[in-house]
């Protein structure tokens, strides 16, 4: 029985005890004392461990659920788990902050270089022939409608180059923005046609450099490109307002989902 195993919580002070419950629990899964899928003690086992009400840890475990760290369910297993790394829940708090903080899109863009330009050079040392394999399947996948979305292609590209990076957390940080660089795309590629395949000439040779493992011009061809973007997303903004376009304001496409 749970509640015959060792205490895993302390004691705490009343005065503080919703979040000091949800400190302690939080501590505890990020330690890996327990790991996504493991469930969590009772809410009974946890009050008592806690010295608190069973109200204040129900309270503890619906913030957490709300931040993404647990899920709570219900039936015959139910219970409070600790739950899977979810980046669609990270990609809308990003995406929210970055509204409301007013950011724009050649700030997105400036960000984006320093992300995508080490992940260039990552992927000329480590992209194996499978990365190298999925970098050539979007660049010719199909680019023009009906059939193709040029946006959705040139983001696969980026997606694919940043897995090739094969850096947990540049990736983690690269899906966590993606739906607002596909706001960008969307847009850009809907107002100016010619940047399909202006796009997928620099793609091609981004392919050649990394898979030549000619980190240096792969970086450099990345910071290029993405200066291109730059320039695009500030000749947007420039026409269509001068204090530049939010993500999440004048695009309208999701925050979170996207096509990672």
């Not at 009906?146 to 899906?175: C, E, K, W, Y």
């Amino acid at each position: 029985m749970q509640s015959e195993q060792a205490a895993v919580f302390a004691p705490i002070r009343p005065v503080r005890a919703s979040s000091d419950v949800i400190a302690q629990i939080r501590r505890a899964i990020l330690s890996g004392q327990f790991r996504p899928g493991d469930r969590l003690p009772t809410e009974r086992d946890m009050a008592q461990q806690f010295g608190v009400s069973r109200v204040t840890v129900r309270d503890a475990l619906r913030a957490l659920e709300a931040n993404g760290l647990i899920r709570v369910k219900v039936g015959g297993q139910g219970g409070p788990y600790v739950s899977e790394p979810d980046i669609a829940l990270l990609s809308d708090s990003i995406g929210t902050h970055l509204h409301l903080r007013g950011t724009t899109f050649e700030e997105l863009a400036e960000a984006r270089q320093a992300l995508e330009t080490t992940a260039a050079h990552l992927a000329a040392q480590r992209a194996t022939a499978e990365d190298l394999a999925a970098l050539e399947a979007a660049i010719h996948g199909p680019m023009q409608p009906p059939d193709g979305d040029p946006a959705a292609s040139s983001l696969d590209f980026h997606t694919a180059l940043v897995i090739a990076a094969h850096n947990q957390a540049l990736l983690a940080m690269f899906r966590a923005t993606r739906a607002l660089i596909q706001q960008a795309f969307d847009t850009l590629h809907a107002q100016q046609p010619d940047m399909a395949d202006a796009a997928r000439k620099t793609h091609g040779e981004l392919y050649t450099a990394i898979a030549a493992h000619d980190a240096e011009h792969a970086a450099a061809l990345m910071g290029s490109h993405l200066e291109e973007f730059a320039a695009r997303a500030a000749r947007y903004a420039a026409g269509n307002s001068p204090e530049g376009t939010r993500p999440g304001e004048n695009f309208g496409g999701s925050r979170a989902g996207g096509r990672a």
